[in-house]
């Protein structure tokens, strides 16, 4: 006797949190099951059969709270890749691999049990790109940056940090070669995800490969894999610029460069108490406040935004984690966590295949309190 699959996925394979992943199964005896119970990393899930004796588990609920533990914060925002093997970060609080079991219970007979490991990352697959072809779950390696006619795109300042993440079934070698002047780098990778960045903003970078201002088109040659990946870096001016960086849909982080910030600034009182409890003349107003809470909205704006950058905004609006890049007194770099006012962003075509981009954050600030 055995458990038969009439849907199930590869052990290889890599399934996104933000998806369902739901497994069909069913016991090949000629009884029928009383139930059947799965479980992993603790936590076991028992099932009901339905009216066929089938049985049916989604793993999204219980995944998506195991990888996301952390509330989806970037636990490298204040890097420092001053010696060369700091440069490579493998990060696990974005991939897991897990040993699922499988049981199902037969009334009067052996429980039948299978066993099987199954991939997770944080991330969000667009059901339109996986059914083009852009972005299979049976991927050995990947970029996690949108993609846009094959090709990965990112883009930050001369000065900022800047990675982008990397997945490998396995422990690889990778040669990474910039062809816009002729530089590169090669790396090893381990199983899962490696954050591999650029710079950190404290003037180091990874050695080797530099990037220039402008377009950098960097070849990734991977170990054991036929075509190479390219990964195109979009270096621009640091001066009179804001920087957003953001968990992206595939998993990894997403920079920009935006060209103008507004701020506007509101204020609210937090509540009125009325002065009723004297005479006429012994107070000097009849309401008194309570205290004031500040808002201030920060407007960023992207002009010329060409259809390749597009993706990568698109992803930002729907990001559960956004970051503005602030400098330190001491001139290193500080992440500060926004919030959008509005779940959307506002696009205005200037040219064939070009866009100006805006959207709206803020950030609160206490201010006196009774």
Known sequence: MAV?????YLDTDLLSTGNSWVIKFAS??????NYARVSF???????????NGDFTFDFYTAI???????????????VDISTESSALLNDGTT???????????IPNLQTQIYS????????VLDEEVHELGFKNIDSVVDVLLPVVDGEFYTQGTDTQPLDFSFYSQGSRSIQMYNLTNDTSKNVSVLEGITRVFFRDGRGNSIGGLTLEEGANRIRLTVAGIADPLYVNVLIKSAGCTSVLKWLNLEGGFGYHVFQHKTEDYSSKTRDFIENDYATFDAYESSTSSTGVDMITFIGFTSIRVTSTELPSLEGLISSPKVYQL???SDGLPLWKER??????????????NVFDFEIETFKTKKGYRL
């Open 4 to 8: 038969i699959f009439t849907k199930n």
């Open 28 to 33: 090949d005896s000629a009884t029928a099951p």
């Open 41 to 51: 990393l603790g936590e076991t899930f028992n099932i009901d059969p339905d009216l």
């Open 64 to 78: 998506s709270n195991k990888v996301n533990a952390n509330n989806f914060n970037d636990q490298q925002n204040d």
């Open 95 to 105: 991939y897991l691999k897990i040993n699922v079991s499988i049981s199902v219970f």
């Open 116 to 123: 099987q490991e199954y991939r997770f990352k944080t991330s």
């Open 326 to 328: 602030l400098t330190k």
């Open 339 to 352: 919030v959008f006012k509005k779940g959307e962003m506002r696009l205005k075509q200037t040219g064939k």
